[in-house]
């Protein structure tokens, strides 16, 4: 079975603050991605990577910045939180080909920037 | 733009069906995907679609027509644990290789 871990779960941090969302799956795909989740707008893509050290930008970058460390792990960075950056984050993986159009999921984690 | 669309609700009966829709307007097509999501959880793979017709896979089956940009998830003999949000993603083949979601029909099943 497929395992994507974020941590942590939940976090409030303030206006101004720095967060640092973490993602580590153990499937062994190459394909690591950031969404975020907000009522009205479904899922959008922040960032994804295809491997350590690479990074491509998604639909809504703004404000936000990735890095992929190895091929296990993938972060999300919020240098500067804003109150428009709340949302529900999801971290996934997937394998090449057509392989790649099967995302595996980790649990989420809620943000809330006060 | 590129862009996938489906109706943000739909109420059905237990045992009967639910077809839920989406269309897409993409640069581009390389497959289109279902994902199931409760309340509360991560959205769960359920069927990839990328020639044109019908996939019977048991308890639901998926449609595409890829000129219309049209896609349906068909539920059938629906169980109440079957209310759920149901996601449609594209894969457009140019502007990345990442899926394009839309924004999700919440099924409400009721007895």
């Known amino acids: 079975e497929a395992a994507v871990t974020q941590s942590p779960r939940n976090k409030v941090t303030v206006t101004g603050g720095n967060v640092t969302l973490s993602c580590r799956q153990t499937n062994s795909h190459n394909y690591m991605y950031w969404y975020r989740q907000d009522t009205g707008h479904g899922l959008r893509l922040i960032h994804y990577s295809y491997g350590a050290g690479n990074l491509q930008i998604g639909d809504v970058p703004d404000g936000y910045k990735a890095t992929r460390t190895t091929q296990e792990d993938f972060f999300l960075l919020l240098e500067l939180a804003s109150p428009s950056q709340t949302s529900l984050y999801f971290c996934?993986?997937?394998?090449?080909?057509?392989?790649?159009?099967?995302?595996?999921f980790g649990a989420g984690t809620r943000l809330s920037v006060l | 733009g590129q862009g996938v669309e489906q109706p943000a609700k739909l109420m059905s009966v237990e045992g009967t069906f639910a077809r839920v829709n989406c269309t897409y307007s993409t640069s581009g097509f390389n497959g289109l995907s279902w994902y199931q999501q409760r309340e509360g959880q991560a959205p769960v793979f359920l069927s990839y679609v990328v020639l044109d017709g019908l996939k019977d896979s048991g308890h639901f089956s998926t449609f595409l027509s890829r000129s219309n940009g049209y896609s349906y998830l068909l539920l059938t003999e629906l169980q109440i644990k079957d209310s759920a949000s149901y996601l449609c993603?594209?894969?457009?083949?140019?502007?990345?290789?990442?899926?394009?979601f839309g924004t999700g029909t919440t099924v409400s099943v009721s007895p």
């Open positions: 993603a594209v894969r457009a083949y140019q502007g990345g290789r990442a899926l394009i």
């Open positions: 996934a993986s997937s394998d090449v080909g057509t392989s790649q159009n099967t995302l595996y």
